[in-house]
């Protein structure tokens, strides 16, 4: 059975439904990464199990317990925000020891925890520091110590690391992920940014206006995706509409011409994609599969790898090369396809 469980929820804001008729689950141990653009349900999915806000139907089950009206100071669940919502007039051993002091546990063993916890951050030393001496890192790294040290049945993550420079914000979601591993808590992680939540979650769930479209592995969703929604979330820009062709794997496409690709069902019409960069470039008559004619309309260097919009027959495609492969602007080439590379939407 799932630690959590959201059955069947329908929220939003007075009139404005938000989320409809989710269903969601985590199971012990896990960190689960809640991604999506702006407004697509992913915080009031958090503010719902963190107990800021209730459903307008459904439940919430955590641990086997109905928990969908149980108030957010009953609920053993730490919180990491955004903007660290450290209290400015405390040091940080006082802001970690927070919510040690609201239990009523002894001084001693308050003391204890929290300067082994702050050893586990790499804080250890900064106890009498307060948070306008710190940098943002570092903050963030308090804010962490003060969710973890109540040893929290669960950790939700509200977009953490916002506002870190892209150096600090690699480097602390590998502390998040080095902690989640070590204490083994179960953890919601709510983000915008894919490759941060690809980096440290062990499934993720890609949202689209209050629902799940795809839940799963990082690899399986970047690998597979199941909708073309999901698709080009994670990276895929050229999509083909596939007609049925005369065997298994087989598929006619608009122009007439036929392609192979890997799965699927004889007499099956299916929408289907391929990432820039699975696309070959062929040239002086070498041998192409699934050989598409076409002709270089933009070339773009990309310091790594040169980007081609290449205009076929059956629409442009944007095709990702190493710098080996250099085209100019006119150019004629053939596009190879891989089979194992087209996906069936």
Avoid: W
């Avoid at 307008?56 to 641990?63: A, I, T």
């Avoid at 591993?181 to 980096?199: L, M, N, P, S, W």
Wanted: charged share 25%.
């Amino acid at each position: 059975m799932a630690l959590l469980e959201l059955q069947g929820i329908t929220a939003g804001y007075d009139k404005n439904v938000i989320l409809k008729d989710l269903d969601f689950q985590v199971e012990k141990g896990e960190l689960v990464s809640l991604l999506g653009s702006s407004g697509c349900g992913k915080t009031t999915t958090l503010r719902l199990i963190a107990g800021f806000s209730t459903p307008m139907s459904g439940k919430f089950m955590f641990g086997g317990k109905d928990y969908t009206q149980v108030p957010l100071n009953k609920r053993n669940f730490g919180f990491v925000f955004q903007s660290y919502a450290l209290f400015p007039h405390m040091t940080v051993f006082d802001n970690v020891a927070f919510g040690l002091k609201m239990r009523g546990l002894p001084a001693d063993q308050i003391k204890k925890e929290v300067m082994e916890m702050l050893e586990t951050v790499d804080l250890g030393g900064f106890e009498k520091r307060f948070p306008k001496e710190m940098s943002g890192g570092q903050r963030q790294r308090v804010a962490l110590a003060r969710a973890l040290v109540i040893k929290p049945d669960l950790l939700l993550l509200d977009e953490p690391l916002s506002n870190l420079d892209a150096k600090l914000r690699v480097k602390m979601r590998v502390e998040i992920r080095r902690l989640q591993q070590k204490f083994g808590f179960t953890a919601i992680y709510v983000t915008h940014d894919q490759e941060e939540c690809f980096a440290i979650s062990d499934k993720v769930a890609i949202m689209n206006h209050g629902v799940i479209e795809q839940m799963d592995s990082p690899s399986v969703i970047y690998n597979h995706p199941k909708t073309e929604f999901i698709a080009r979330f994670v990276g895929f820009e050229n999509f083909m509409d596939l007609k049925p062709g005369a065997s298994d794997g087989v598929y006619t496409l608009p122009d007439g011409s036929t392609v192979q690709a890997e799965g699927g069902r004889r007499g099956d019409s299916v929408r289907a994609c391929i990432r820039p960069e699975d696309i070959l470039i062929v040239t002086d008559g070498a041998e192409a599969v699934n050989p598409l004619a076409g002709e270089i309309m933009v070339s773009t260097f990309l310091g790594k790898r040169n980007q081609y919009n290449v205009r076929t027959a059956i629409g442009e495609f944007e095709v990702s090369t190493d710098q080996e492969s250099v085209c100019r602007i006119g150019d004629r080439v053939t596009l190879s396809l891989p089979p194992a590379k087209i996906i069936l939407l």
